[in-house]
């Protein structure tokens, strides 16, 4: 039977954030506690070449927004995804029930990003979003209030108090009456 979008049965969970921030470390971790399904924007986009070509400034995919949405949308409508991505405000509003943004200290963000081989302007580009907290404001823009939730994610510590925390949100989710 067709199911109408707020009548999903499992809750979709978009966890955003800069990049290395933490988002498909503790995506995977959430799917395996809550069996939800982990779904990597930036994989998807690579695999299915949901793609305009290669930006050599900001050496990264130009990523199309539309054929994301459009890739996304049956299992959206069906539930029980956490999507996994450094952007948030070209989804639709109705697909999340939570929208989770990781938050990391510029100096540790800085080591990690440096660790996965980050340089010049594509390192100082992230280092600056995360100062200024644009996935924060993009969220807070692009969802209701009620729903974006920022967590700190600067050490293992943080990332096993994030998964059981949205863990228990998962399991206390209930589907909103049709
Ligand atoms: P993202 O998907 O946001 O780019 P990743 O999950 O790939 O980030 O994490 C980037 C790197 O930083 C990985 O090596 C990961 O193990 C490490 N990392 C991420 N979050 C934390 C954290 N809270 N504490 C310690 N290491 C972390
Ligand atoms: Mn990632």
């Known amino acids: 039977m067709a199911q109408s979008s707020s009548g999903r049965k499992k809750p979709n969970v978009l966890v955003t954030g800069t990049p290395g921030t933490g ?3 503790t995506s995977s971790f959430l799917a395996e506690a809550t069996q939800l399904r982990h779904v990597n924007v930036g994989d998807l986009v690579k695999d299915k070449n949901l793609h305009d070509g290669w930006d050599e400034q900001l050496d990264c995919h130009v990523i199309n927004e539309d054929l994301v949405c459009d890739e996304l949308e049956d299992m959206m409508e069906e539930g ?9 405000d070209f989804f ?10 990781l938050q990391t200290e510029n100096s540790v963000l800085y080591d990690r990003l440096s660790k ?10 992230n280092i600056e979003c995360e100062i200024f907290q644009v996935l924060l ?8 209030e009620g729903i974006v939730v920022a967590l700190r994610s600067d050490t293992i510590d943080d990332i096993n ?13 209930c589907p909103k009456p049709e």
């Open 92 to 101: 639709p509003e109705r697909w999340f029930d939570r929208v989770v943004v």
């Open 80 to 88: 029980g995804n956490i999507v996994d991505y450094h952007g948030c």
């Open 137 to 144: 404001e993009e969220a807070k823009e692009s969802y209701p």
């Open 23 to 25: 988002k498909t470390t």
């Open 116 to 125: 996965r081989g980050y340089t010049g302007a594509k390192l100082t580009n």
């Open 161 to 173: 108090r994030n998964v059981a925390t949205l863990t228990d949100w998962v399991r206390n989710w």
